[in-house]
């Protein structure tokens, strides 16, 4: 009863205004467009402006469709608000209402937007005046498309196709609005070119109204395009500008014959001697590589494996031409290619003019080593292990024994590391002894006592040694060293004595002298005499105490009328174990005859 009271006061006052001819003043304003993403809430705002004091209005909401008619579906004045019921937004839109003195705001607020959705918004504010005004917002709806899928052809592509070839798809499905595929190649973007390149796309519209497209690339393949890389890039709108999406890449694999072989050796990167094992490899410049046939320079064919030819344990006689052969599958001629191979070589070093030897002591020697080869050599002459010389000639002035030996001579390739080859020869040299001189020859041993003595002597024919003491034969032993003979014998000492050792052979002899000093009786009789004097002393000492009256109950003083003795005679007897005489020996006196 009180809603249909308002209504009728309501229609009361405006026709009363209407019969006075008020008409208020009204203005809207809208966006042009407003975009939104599929599936999320889109807003749509319609402001306006208005003289009418009273504060009435009137909001109506349409939208056009296809055809351009108009469809409302919301409505509402100051005692009511309506939604409409039969339109494809019923149930999903929300009207909100912001007033103000003199001007407010009319939000329309579209849930879960949809495709169908996106049309022309009308906003119509009416005042209680006829005074009214619309404004009009275009909503669009957006959605990306999925990854871009590419496709390339899985075989070898002829590059002498007479027309464009597919080289493969690519699609891009569920988007909206529509995307567009562009083609790239090596990242340069590829357009319909007359028997060149041609793009073929297709659009489809799934039940939900999404965009799918699926392009098609076909080129006249060249062989350049062997190993080019090629993507499709997907354009699509997004909200406020464009958004791109681009594919992997693909390798197109294009098949063309060879006019082109080459031939190298692979293996060893280096200069080549003999006992190598040699590899070369052959390829041409088609696609895929051919099947080469391997020649020598006798064009005897030989077996490789994967276009790969091994020869194992080369010598100089593999030297020469050698040749990789395809033949070409349109015009069946033949495509070769080509090497030279050269094995260096080091012959066995000779050694001249003999491997054996033999000279005298102050003899000269000119040896040669010679190795013939195909670089280079250079040569080392050693003995024992140090060297002795450089070059191929080894020269020795005045031999001695000391130079006998063995004699290696080594050559080598600078170049080439591991090519050498050696060679030897044995020194001899003749002559007469020699005999190492001792550390020293003169001893001095005890009496009854045993020495052995030492001999060593060289030479060649190898010496004799013997033995000789007083001018007899000394019984001796020997042994057989590297370098001469060692001889030794026993002397027991009884006295002074001389022992010689001798070496000879038939180019002469040589002498040795040993002199032996024996120790014992003359020692002891040495000992004996300083005895005696250090008794003869000590006897004097005590007959100048007895005659000073210092010993023996003497009185002290002297008598100093008595005539003194000029001087003291001491006399000291000794005795001879082999003469048995009695010596006096006088100590500040002359010999006496008597006793004193």
Known sequence: MALRTKTALLVGLLFLLHTWGVKAQVKVEMEDRVEVTLGTAAEIPCLYTTDDGFGGLIIEWFYLDPAGKQHRIYFQDP???IEETNSQFTGRIKVDVTPSQGSGQVLLRVLETRLGDEVDFICLVKSLTDGNDQGKTQLRVFEKPAHPIIKSVDKDIWFNNEEPVKIGSCEAKNGYPRPNITWYKDNTPLSNVPNEVSVVSQVATGSSGLFSVESELSLKVVKEDQGSEFYCEVNYQI???????ESEKKKIRVSYPSDEVNLWVKSPKRDIKEGDTVEFECLGNGNPQPLVTFRNREMVELNAINNVLELRNVSRLDSGLYECVTTHIETFEEVVGNTTLFVNYLEPADVSPEETLTLSQGADLNQSCNALSSLKTHTVWMK????????????????VYDMAGTYECMVTVPQLVGMETSAAFQLIVEGSPEISEPQSTSLEQAVESTVVLTCRARGNPRPTITWRSAGSLVDSQSNVTEDGVLSWVNV???????VSCHASNTNGNVETLYSIKARGSGV????????????AILGSVLYFLYKKGKICGRSGK????KEKTSRDNIVVEMK???????V??????????GDQ
Request: charged share 20%.
């Open 79 to 81: 005692t009511m608000r």
């Open 239 to 245: 909200i406020g500008g464009f958004g791109m999406l």
């Open 384 to 399: 024992n292990g140090v060297k002795v010389a450089t070059g191929n000639i080894l020269s020795l002035r005045d031999v």
């Open 492 to 498: 027991k000492v009884s006295s002074d004595l001389n």
């Open 524 to 535: 002891i009789i040495a000992v004996l005499i300083i005895c005696l004097l250090l008794l």
């Open 558 to 561: 002297q008598d100093l009328t």
């Open 576 to 582: 001879s174990d082999n003469t048995e005489e009695a």
């Open 584 to 593: 006096l020996l006088a100590v500040n006196g002359d010999k006496k005859s």
